[in-house]
């Protein structure tokens, strides 16, 4: 359990893939124009990290070391293949909202990075835990910049209108905004992160768990 | 693993290979499987949604289309909209080039050649931008034009027939042009009709 935890804080905050690894900024610059957008792309992304991962975990003995990442590849793009197919027939509203971003989750650097990284030497179980946290800290990146990004540019919070029209500034919805955004957010959370890593080091004679 | 690999030589290198291989054959088969599986409930998904478009242009009536066949490749599929026995109206389902890809739209106009309106069943427009075209404020400056008189032979112009959008040109641009060339193949069948 303690370990569960730590592992979701990593992903969330210390180990964030985007604002600390920098890593899927492609799918983050590309789909936070919105954030009903964001949040679809971050929990696509996640679904498919949590079964990538599974299924690298469990196959971690049969694959030879020399052809992995090929192998990693293959299968994360069958897997999201086969969920795009499932979504089209079956979940057809979801698949019109997301169809655009689901042949991206492919190339999203995040999730061959954890089969590599993680998947390919972790048992199963926290394997699972680890596409897991790590999809959430995406999410939440995606969330972040699509929040800056959709109030200024459009005025609205998922659709609902906040600011008057008349102030909304469409620079931020282009993909220049995209990565002025993105840049202001991951300052902002390394601020963040460096002021509690002070303060934790400041009062370190008690068990502070930050 | 790398020890073994030393050793083995030439045979190493095959049975990584087809390894290899048969990852790519499980894949390819559950892939194919499924594909297999899903393709006609999607098929049937995609008429569901276009009967839905053409029955919005026709006030929500209950429709019956039946499918005309189709000269040139302006236009990708071509119906006659029936209510009951009496022809309501022509559709024409056509795609144009956005900005973020293909907008596929119906296009409808009634036989005494006033266009009923345009609908749009998928685009992958910027939202926010380019997605403003598929709001129904925008997409009723179409409907109640007619095909005769100014319009009976030349196309419609942005900026005099209809407005674009500030900020999404090229999104209205490209409605515009999809509507244009449905209405080349429409009109036919409007003229052919009243005369």
Redesign the interface.
Known sequence: MKQFIKQLKNGLIDQNPVLVQLLGMCPTLATT??V??ALGMGLAATAVLICSNVMISLLRK??????RI??YI??I??FV??VE??M???F?PLY?SL??FIPLIVVNCIILARAEAFASKNRVLPSAVDGLSMGLGFTLALVLVATVR?LL??GTLMGVRILPEALSM?FF??PCGAFVTLGFVIAAVQKLRSHRAKKAADDHDGEVDA | MADNQKQGGALAIVRITLSLLVICAIVSAVVTAVHGLTYETYQLRLLEQKQAAISALFDGAAVSCEALPTEGDEVKELYRVCVGETVVGYCANVSSAGFGGDIDMMVAVSPDGVLRGVQIVSMSETPGLGSRVSRAEYLAGYAGMTLFGSHAQEDLVLGEDIDAISGATISSRAVLSGVNAALRVLRQYVTVEVE
Do not use: C, K
């Not at chain 1, 049969?62 to 052809?67: G, T, Y």
């Open positions: 124009t919105s009903d957008n049969l694959i030879p070391s020399q052809v090929a192998a293959v299968i793009s069958g293949t086969a197919l499932l089209r027939a079956y057809y019109q169809g655009l959709e540019g459009m469409t919805i282009l």
